[in-house]
């Protein structure tokens, strides 16, 4: 069965400091992985996903690698400001149905 | 842009009772999905559906019921209420198939189960 794991499950940076998360998975049959950001007492919006045969995706200051024979995915995002502050999901993709296994989520808060 | 809406942002029900939580998506998605959410336990998918009339169970169907009828609504339905179904319960829509699907998140219902 499909494990997602993020850590850490929390972390606190002051603004402009560069932002790393992490995501790893157990096992590599993915279709695709998706990083999504949620804000408190909201849904969910998708901010990058990386196809299986991707190594990674970019969108403005946001950068995704995935390295699908380890199992782990990185969402970098540069220059961090106190908008960033949200819980990051990862979740990746395990049939062409829909099905996503989800990661618990990373809670990030960027202090002025 | 794609909207998915839940009927209700916050509801209380009392244990037993039957509790009916409605999704509307308004992009002709062919998917639909109910996840629940709980703290340290990310999202679990709860119910989908591929087309009209059908359903699959996710990994965690025990104790609730779907329907759809339309292909815009997908209904989640918790036949005996109990406590331990106290969560956030997410709806997502998909339009393709494959390596390309990605869901679109309604806002959520927080449901307390008194």
């Known amino acids: 069965k499909q494990e997602v794991t993020q850590i850490p499950a929390a972390l606190s940076v002051p603004e402009g400091e560069n932002l790393v998360l992490n995501c790893s998975f157990t096992?590599?049959?993915?279709?695709?992985l998706q990083w999504f950001r949620q804000d408190p007492g909201k849904g969910l919006t998708s901010l990058l996903l990386?196809?299986?045969?991707?190594r990674e995706q970019t969108s403005g200051r946001l950068n995704a690698s995935l390295d699908k024979s380890s199992g782990r995915s990185t969402l970098y995002i540069a220059a961090s400001q106190p908008g960033d502050s949200a819980t990051y999901l990862c979740?990746?993709?395990?049939?062409?149905?829909?099905?996503?296994?989800f990661g618990a989520g990373t809670q990030v808060v960027v202090t002025p | 842009d794609v909207k998915v809406t839940q009927s209700s942002r916050y509801l209380v029900k009392r244990t037993g009772e039957k509790v009916f939580l409605e999704c509307v998506q308004d992009m002709d998605h062919e998917n639909m999905f109910w996840y629940r959410q709980d703290p340290g336990l990310g999202l679990r998918l709860i119910y989908f559906?591929?087309?009209?009339?059908?359903?699959e169970k996710g990994d965690i169907p025990e104790g609730y019921s779907v329907s759809r009828e339309k292909k815009e609504r997908f209904s989640l339905i918790l036949e005996s209420a109990s406590t331990n179904q106290t969560s956030m319960y997410l709806c997502?829509?998909?339009?393709?198939?494959?390596?390309?699907?990605?869901?679109?998140f309604g806002p959520g219902t927080r449901l307390l189960v008194l």
């Open positions: 096992d590599s049959a993915i279709y695709n």
């Open positions: 979740a990746v993709l395990t049939d062409s149905w829909g099905k996503l296994q």
């Open positions: 990386i196809q299986s045969s991707q």
């Open positions: 559906s591929y087309d009209v009339k059908m359903k």
């Open positions: 997502a829509s998909s339009l393709e198939r494959g390596s390309l699907q990605t869901q679109y």
